[in-house]
């Protein structure tokens, strides 16, 4: 199970892996669908966003915990629909939806939670919408990919070697060499960003303001901008569109 995928998430590889299946026995006990799974997996990612947006320490780390429930349930979900035979395009569609709205309502959480009190309008405000617009048209440009491939009558996905996926360009080459080693991008990552959250509201508890937040969502919108921009760059330079 592990190593299923590539692209498993590090905290997955790491624990959660070893966690879900004992979570997905319980769920199968309860009689709960793949969908459902998924459905719980949307509804953590969503209510860790709105639970952030209110300030201070204790949000933080109930966001973090969220956040911990919303990776364990996006483990579970496809486990179970392994498991029970229930597999279906329509799961993995919704799976898909749930990191878009997840990760993008942490964001705009953020966002509020760095203006200092809910308004409608404000920088941070702004800065924390545009920055999940960004992170998600990055996930677009990547599920993109395959839409492309499709219409164009290649296989659905790419071959999955470093080879078919790196730019063919050396200078992109390098930069993606370095992009994953620094990975930078994962700023934005819900798992990730509820932890950075949480170390922010610890030094904005201390120092008694919010100047860690803001700069916290004001890298997220600088890393979200360049990565938009890079990782189209990437995908065209590389052999994943033909």
């Known amino acids: 199970m592990l190593d299923r995928l590539n692209d498993e998430h590090w905290a997955g590889r790491l624990y959660m892996r070893k966690v879900s299946p004992f979570a997905t ?34 949000t933080a780390i109930v966001g ?37 709205l997840g990760e993008s309502a942490l964001l705009v959480g953020l966002g509020f939670r ?20 960004l ?12 839409v492309a491939r499709v219409k164009s009558g290649l296989p659905g996905n790419p071959d999955a070697g470093d080879a078919a996926l790196a730019p063919t360009g ?8 370095l992009a994953s080693v620094l990975r930078i991008h994962r700023i934005t990552h819900a798992v990730e960003l509820s932890m950075l959250v949480l170390l922010t509201a610890i030094i904005d508890s201390v120092r008694g303001d919010l100047a ?21 760059a990437a995908i065209m330079a590389s052999r994943r569109l033909r």
């Not at 949307?42 to 209510?47: D, F, K, N, Q, T």
């Not at 760095?114 to 617009?133: S, W």
């Open 25 to 58: 026995w319980v769920f199968a006990r309860l009689g709960w669908s793949p969908n459902a799974v998924t459905a719980a997996f949307i509804l953590c990612g969503v209510a860790a966003g709105v639970v952030i947006a209110f300030g201070g320490l204790a």
């Open 64 to 100: 973090a915990l969220l956040i911990q429930a919303y990776l364990l349930f996006d483990c579970s979900d496809g486990e179970l629909a392994r498991w029970s035979g229930r597999t279906s395009a329509g799961g993995i569609y919704l799976d898909g939806v749930g990191h878009y």
């Open 114 to 133: 760095a203006q200092g009190h809910l308004t409608a309008a404000g920088d941070y405000v702004t800065a924390g919408i545009a920055a999940a617009l």
């Open 135 to 146: 992170a998600m048209l990055v996930k677009a440009e990547t599920d993109n990919v395959v």
């Open 170 to 177: 050396a200078g992109l080459a390098k930069a993606r060499k």
């Open 212 to 232: 860690a937040t803001r700069v916290l969502i004001l890298a997220c919108l600088v890393v979200a901008a360049l990565m938009v921009l890079a990782h189209l």
